[in-house]
């Protein structure tokens, strides 16, 4: 029977030789990933199975990274908690502040996902690790407590849609622009329960990075997971790094797809998405006078190697506008330290910004970039919900590291070539 | 078991912060997240919400984060079901695995209006508008689902799993 890449990493897992659309299955995870804000309600609903151990050790990844370096008593307390319970059960991969990273910039980096797994997290942007093949998906509290213990958890199958993105991107359009643009086709429930399924030249030529971008953002059209088949640019990634054996699978031709879009992407331009959906994507050259008083760059969409070179590459020799607040954070101890090498940080610090340590701090309005009422910042994070860095009556815009080390310079929504 | 209550309705694509800000996410206990619940939506939501009320949504409820502590602050605010056109599948997830009854019945959300006083028995989804008298039935809960919650929720599930194993 044909199958989509989505469907085959799920039989693989379920121990099937076929699975279709809406069948029920009980899959095998090969990772479990939980953070500092989502690890305290596992851990205490996995205390209640009365097991002693989770599953397997070297399998489940604790990370805090959301309300760290811990912003307030009881965010520590939190923290300590998720240390504790890794401490005991001897978790091979916890990260601590100082060799912490936001976790699906670390996760793949550290080569703890690959091609072909499955991987569950309680953290939305799980979906994150489909760029190299995998099936990841985001879950809750409770279904990750479950997959401690069990090492296995239940999906649903879901139907696949096809994204094709054809011909040669234009300058400064990356990963993050044909995903908003995508969602601003489609919707915030566009690709509800699916599994969003990129390809095509474009995708062929785009870097790791920007597909990580891309399938991060698949929760955002409501998808169950984003998937890019593998090819040379994943083997030149996962060499070396990736810790575990893996399996490129591919999309049999005559695979079922419930729906099938394709994009022109030389018509595409960078994009901007405006308050309070990702779906209010627009180009930005429509996105006419916008004043902002923060510009954020980092996240786990945007906080790569690549990301950071595009932004010093924009602000190499300029300045942060005077009622600007630029703040960067490398996703990575690793990003940080390579950023260093190259020499990033003294252009950053020459324009006027402000270098972090990994955070996912301001993305979700946890700390490092709060924004009080009335303001407006242009993030390359993934959402823009209300009040999502702040106050109820702030605004953010998502766009790529380009487009918003731009406006940092111009103190308006702009495009990179204007301050060329 | 028959749910009866008041009807608060919210449009579309309702997200995870609106339900409960990632600012009170430092804390996990469910009384101080029902006090936020819905915070940067409507401010007053959890103080005029009484226990049995029903939250009524459009398309795409829940959508956003992973975060549990949003069914866990609907619940504890102490809403006893929500009906929806829509849900986003994480949100969706989380409620059947923390034991807070959700519904999708577009026909529901579109003809009862805030204030009605309805009943629905979370077992079949038949829901009554007591005000107007009108019957509704909510898409049937698959089977599988239905399972976890006769078992009293995911964790007594595989807890019951896990005895099996020994």
Not at chain 1, 130 to 135: D, H, I, Y
Not at chain 2, 68 to 90: L, T
């Amino acid at each position: 029977m044909p199958m989509t890449i989505t469907e085959k990493v799920l039989a693989a897992a379920a121990g099937k030789e076929s699975v279709k659309p809406g069948e029920l299955i009980n899959a095998k995870v090969d990772l479990v990933l939980a953070n500092d804000i989502t690890a305290p309600v596992a851990i205490k609903e996995f205390q209640k199975i009365g097991l002693d151990k989770v599953w397997d050790k070297n399998r489940v990844a604790l990370v805090p990274d959301h309300f760290t370096p811990n912003k307030d008593i009881k965010s520590a307390e939190q923290a300590k908690l998720v240390r504790d319970f890794a401490h005991t059960q001897e978790l091979a991969n916890y990260f601590e502040v100082g060799r912490m990273g936001i976790e699906h910039c670390l996760l793949p980096e550290q080569g703890l996902v690959g091609p072909g797994d499955v991987i569950i997290g309680a953290d939305s942007h799980t979906c994150t690790y489909g760029a190299l093949g995998a099936f990841a998906t985001g879950v809750g509290s409770t279904d990750l407590a479950a997959a401690m213990a069990l090492g296995e958890t239940w999906f649903k199958v879901p139907e696949s849609i096809k994204f094709v993105f054809n011909g040669q991107l234009n300058k400064y359009v990356g990963g993050k622009d044909l995903i908003l643009h995508t969602i601003g086709q489609i919707g915030v429930d566009g690709a509800l329960y699916k599994a969003m399924e990129f390809c095509g030249e474009a995708i062929s030529q785009l870097s790791m990075d920007g597909r990580f971008t891309m399938c991060n953002m698949a929760i955002e059209a409501g998808g169950k997971n984003g998937i890019i088949q593998p090819d040379e640019i994943t083997r030149q990634y996962v060499e070396g790094r990736t810790k575990r054996p893996y399996t490129f699978y591919t999309s049999d031709p005559d695979a079922q797809y419930s729906k099938v879009y394709e994009f022109d992407v030389n018509k595409i331009e960078p994009q901007v998405a405006f308050p309070h959906l990702p779906e209010n994507a627009r180009p930005v050259s429509q996105a006419g006078h916008v004043d902002i008083d923060q510009a954020v760059i980092g996240s786990c969409t945007n906080g790569r190697m690549e990301d950071l070179r595009l932004a010093a590459e924009i602000l190499k020799g300029k300045k942060v506008h005077q009622q600007v607040r630029l703040i960067v954070i490398p996703g990575t101890q690793e990003i940080y330290r390579q950023a260093m090498r190259e020499g990033l940080f003294e252009i950053f610090l020459d324009a006027g910004a402000v270098v972090s340590t990994p955070t996912c701090g301001p993305c979700l309005g946890g700390h490092m970039g709060i924004l009080a009422k009335g303001e407006r910042c242009i993030a390359t994070t993934n959402r823009n919900f209300v009040g999502r860095m702040g106050h109820a009556e702030s605004e953010v815009y998502l766009a790529n590291p380009a487009v918003a080390a731009a406006s940092a310079i111009t103190g308006r929504i702009s495009h990179p070539q204007e301050v060329l | 078991m028959n749910q009866q209550g008041k009807v608060w309705k919210f449009g579309n694509d309702i997200d995870t912060d609106i339900i409960i800000a990632a600012r009170y996410l430092n804390s996990s206990d469910p009384v101080e997240l029902a006090k936020h619940c819905m915070e940067d939506g409507d401010p007053t939501f959890a103080s005029k919400v009484s226990a049995g009320d029903v939250m009524l949504a459009g398309k795409n409820f829940g959508c956003g984060s992973s975060r549990e502590h949003a069914p866990i602050a609907i619940k504890a605010a102490g809403v006893s079901c929500v009906v929806a056109k829509s849900y986003a599948r994480i949100f969706y997830r989380n409620a059947f695995n923390i034991g807070l009854p959700i519904f999708e019945c577009p026909e529901a959300v579109d003809e009862i209006n805030e204030g009605d006083v309805i009943t629905v028995d979370a077992a079949s989804g038949a829901i009554v508008n007591q005000t107007s008298g009108k019957h509704y039935q909510a898409v049937p809960i698959p089977d599988f689902m239905r399972q976890i919650i006769d078992a009293g929720g995911l964790i007594s599930y595989v807890k019951g799993r896990v005895k099996q194993d020994v």
